[in-house]
């Protein structure tokens, strides 16, 4: 079965390409308001972040069909000392645009592949009570849906796109897909990777999202795209997808990893935008990235010549 993937490279805050209550499941990574080694200076503020979500949250009811389900991968941050509640802030912005709140799933992380923030070792240095900050090896998948679904929607699927749909219940208990806790290796924007100075979740992610939510030849929506890993994934699952991209200069990152041009006996069909709504992002980011990480290395040459005297 051929299935159709539309690229948009424009901003998500308006998605007239998607017609209402087209869309089966968004799953989505929002930008880490102003993440120093990801998304640095973004954001003028914590209002101008929450005010793209809110835009957003409002154009997302509207395509999003009656009774399915939307995911942000995301979690709180830390910037410059303050702890913004990311998650809490969200979910409420989400439960304002008249989304239900359905469940939060805690994404764990391995302890050797985690970009480590130095924060508990403060405690190391000043032992004493007061000093602790923890290391986060953890992010949020806070899950929401549009009203209720309508099972009965199930019952009038033709049988091959129900059987085809089907969840293997092997996978689901030997995986732990039932837990609020899934453990999945994330992927580190190295040198040399596809999604370097990305900051791009792994595909074990969407692929469990897309198979608990959607049927066969649905449509999957990622409107902060990035890499292209939720179109990667939906391509493979046989679902539709769109994804919006604001950063025109991510565009060759995606076609590669979408595989647009390459010769395919599936009969998907790819196609890309570009609206007047684009920017450039990656690389002033990447030298923001650059300059914050050459700022904190002479802090710690200082800290450490002066422990030294």
Not at 117 to 139: A, C, I, K, T, W
Not at 187 to 209: D, N, S
Not at 274 to 294: A, F, G, M, N
Request: glycine share 6%; proline share 6%.
């Amino acid at each position: 079965m051929g299935t159709w993937h539309k690229v948009i490279f424009g901003d998500c805050r308006d998605m007239h390409e998607i017609a209402n209550n087209s869309v089966h499941l968004m799953v989505t990574s929002p930008p880490y308001y102003n993440a120093p080694f990801d998304y640095p200076d973004l954001f003028k503020n914590y209002a101008d972040f929450l005010g793209l979500i809110k835009a957003f949250a409002k154009e997302l009811h509207r395509v999003l069909a009656p009774g399915r389900i939307v995911a942000f991968v995301t979690d709180d941050m830390l910037v410059n000392g303050e702890k913004y509640p990311i998650v809490a802030d969200i979910t409420r912005i989400m439960l304002d645009a008249g989304f239900r709140y359905r469940d939060k799933i805690v994404w764990k992380k391995p302890e050797g592949y985690t970009r480590i923030s130095r924060r508990s070792g403060v405690l190391l240095q000043h032992p004493y009570p007061m000093y602790f900050y923890p290391d986060n090896l953890q992010e949020s998948i806070i899950i929401f849906q549009k009203g209720k679904f309508d099972y009965s929607y199930v019952k009038e699927l033709p049988p091959e796109i129900r059987d085809a749909s089907k969840i293997s219940v092997t996978e689901f208990n030997k995986e732990k897909w039932n837990l609020t806790v899934w453990e999945i290796t994330n992927v580190l924007p190295l040198p040399g990777r596809l999604e370097e100075g990305i900051a791009a979740f792994p595909e074990e992610i969407p692929q469990r999202l897309i198979r608990l939510f959607t049927f066969f030849g649905e449509t999957v929506l990622d409107p902060f795209l990035g890499s292209g890993t939720t179109m990667k994934v939906a391509k493979e699952l046989k679902r539709n997808s769109v994804g919006y991209e604001i950063d025109i200069e991510l565009k060759p990152v995606i076609m590669k990893k979408i595989g647009y041009g390459q010769s395919t006996l599936s009969g998907d069909k790819i196609e890309i935008r570009e609206r007047r709504d684009v920017k450039h992002l990656r690389q002033s980011l990447q030298r923001r990235v650059s300059q914050k990480e050459t700022i904190l290395r002479n802090r710690v040459s200082k800290n450490r010549n002066g422990q030294n005297i």
